[in-house]
Every structure is written in C-alpha cells, then in structure tokens.
T-cell receptor, first 111, second 114 residues
C-alpha cells in the first residue's frame, strides 16, 4: 500500500533562513502531490499542488519540488518568519484515488 | 463565504453514548470527507461522499456511519462511542478533477470518550 514519510522530528530554524521539509513516498507514483499547513487547533490549509510533469512550483516565498525518480518532494520556505511556524503536511493520491496524508513536520522559526 | 463549518467544536461522551457531528460547506462541492487525526498517525479517512445521496468507506470506517442527504451537509454518527474514538475529527470538501483534489477543511471537532 502507498506510504508517505515525513520527518517526524520538529525542525527548528532561525528567522531569515530557508526551511526545507521532506516528503518521501513508496510504491505508486501519484499524478500530483500537495502541501498543506496546519496551525494548532485548526484544520489543514492548502498551500501548493505540484503535478508529476512539473519539476518545481513557486508561490511567493514557497517552493516545492517533485522528483518522481527519487519518489520525493521537497518544500522550501525562504526568508522564514516566526509566523511560518506550523505543521506542514504532504498529501498525495493513492492508487485507489484517495488523498492520503503524511504525519506532518512541525516547523519552529525562532526570532 | 463561511467555507466548511463543523459543529460541535468540543464534546465529551461516556462509553456507549451516541452522537452526530455535522459538517456544512457553502462552496457547492460534490466531494466531502470525514477524517480523524491522532498524534503520530496523521489524518486518516473515515468515510467520504462523491455526491448527494452517496457515501463510501475510507480507511478506518468501523464504528462510524455517515449520511449525505443534502449536497451541502455531511453527517458523521457514532452509534456507541468507545474510548478508541477519542480524536480530533475534521471534515473536508473538494471540487475534484482528474488533475487535482484540493481539499478545504473545517476547524475540527475535539471528541473525548470516557
């Protein structure tokens, strides 16, 4: 069955640095992959979607890459700010057509 | 637009009691979903619906029932609550296409079963 692995350890970085989060998946290669942000006590919020034929996608300070050979997506936040502190979830469609989510990586940006 | 709303926000039940969680969306989305989120487990799909009057099982459907009598509403029922159903429940909706399935989530319901 499809599995998604995100680094379960929290990522702590200094304000202004680039945060890089990793999402690895096994088995079935999805047609697209999504990233969501979740703040404590709230539901996930969609950030970016990248398709299998796209190597990279950008939105303001966010950048996502998708390597179908490595079965990996990287999520970058440049010039990070304390307001970027949250948990970031990777999600992809499994072979049954359902969206499945990784456990998420908690990002903490210190001033 | 309110987006996706969920009621109640919090609930405490005793083992064996029943309850219904209500989800409403005002985006005219065909697809709706119920997830549970537990520490270290991520979001797991309980049931989903591809349109009014339809429902289907997700990854962890046991102990739950759902109904979609109106397009904008998706109800999740627990007939006989168990402590293992203590969790945070999220509802989501989407306008699904071949190219994407971006989901819009509600604020969640925190349920404790004693």
């Amino acid at each position: 069955s499809q599995k998604i692995e995100q680094n379960s350890e929290a990522l702590n970085i200094q304000e202004g640095k680039t945060a890089t989060l990793t999402c690895n998946y096994t088995n079935y290669s999805p047609a697209y992959l999504q990233w969501y942000r979740q703040d404590p006590g709230r539901g996930p919020v969609f950030l970016l979607l990248i398709r299998e034929n796209e190597k990279e996608k950008r939105k303001e300070r966010l950048k996502v890459t998708f390597d179908t050979t490595l079965k990996q997506s990287l999520f970058h936040i440049t010039a990070s700010q304390p307001a970027d502190s949250a948990t970031y979830l990777c999600a992809l469609e499994n072979q049954g057509g359902k969206l499945i989510f990784g456990q998420g990586t908690e990002l903490s940006v210190k001033p | 637009n309110a987006g996706v709303t969920q009621t109640p926000k919090f609930r405490v039940l005793k083992t064996g009691q029943s309850m219904t969680l209500l989800c409403a969306q005002d985006m005219n989305h065909e697809y709706m979903y119920w997830y549970r989120q537990d520490p270290g487990m991520g979001l797991r799909l309980i049931h989903y619906s591809v349109g009014e009057g339809t429902t289907a099982k997700g990854e962890v459907p046991d102990g739950y029932n759902v109904s979609r009598l109106k397009k904008q509403n998706f109800l999740l029922g627990l007939e006989s609550a168990a402590p293992s159903q203590t969790s945070v429940y999220f509802c989501a909706s989407s306008y699904r296409t071949i190219a994407s399935d971006t989901q819009y989530f509600g604020p969640g319901t925190r349920l404790t079963v004693l």
